[in-house]
Nanobody, 133 residues
Framework: RVRLVESGGGSVQAGGSLRLSCVAS????????AGWFRQVSGKEREGVAA???????TYADFVKGRFTLSQDSKKNTLSLQMNSLKPTDTAMYYC???????????????????????????WGQGTQVTVSP
């Protein structure tokens, strides 16, 4: 079992920046990819960015050029640097560890897992990001 704890959320004005961090502990088993997804109440979850076990990162189109995903394996930390934030980025952000299969990018694996009725992966409790106009 793996435990994921997010931090770094908050409230900023449009154009501002936030840095989210996720610290992992425990055995992730077959969950060999990690990333962030977000959800607005009443709407579907959407993958934001993810990284595979080779260090390859993939981003959703709506954050490309603004968000940067990084991993510190020694500290078991996954970080998401969010710049040029927009009001549409307002959501609860979750860190996740999910299984990746061959032929899929990490983001594809993340998006698949977060839409399963019974996900295979592990999620944190989430951290709220609010961007005001």
């Amino acid at each position: 079992r793996v435990r994921l704890v997010e931090s770094g959320g908050g409230s900023v004005q449009a154009g501002g920046s936030l840095r989210l961090s996720c610290v992992a502990s425990g055995d992730s088993g077959s969950a060999n990819c990690a990333g962030w997804f977000r959800q607005v109440s009443g709407k579907e979850r959407e993958g934001v960015a993810a990284i595979d076990n080779q260090g390859s990162t993939t981003y959703a189109d709506f954050v490309k050029g603004r968000f940067t995903l990084s991993q510190d394996s020694k500290k078991n930390t996954l970080s998401l640097q969010m710049n040029s934030l927009k009001p549409t980025d307002t959501a609860m952000y979750y860190c996740a560890a999910v299984p990746c299969r061959g032929g899929m990018t990490a983001l594809q694996a993340l998006n698949e897992d977060i839409h399963l009725t019974i996900p295979w992966g592990w999620w944190g409790q989430g951290t709220q990001v609010t961007v005001s106009p």
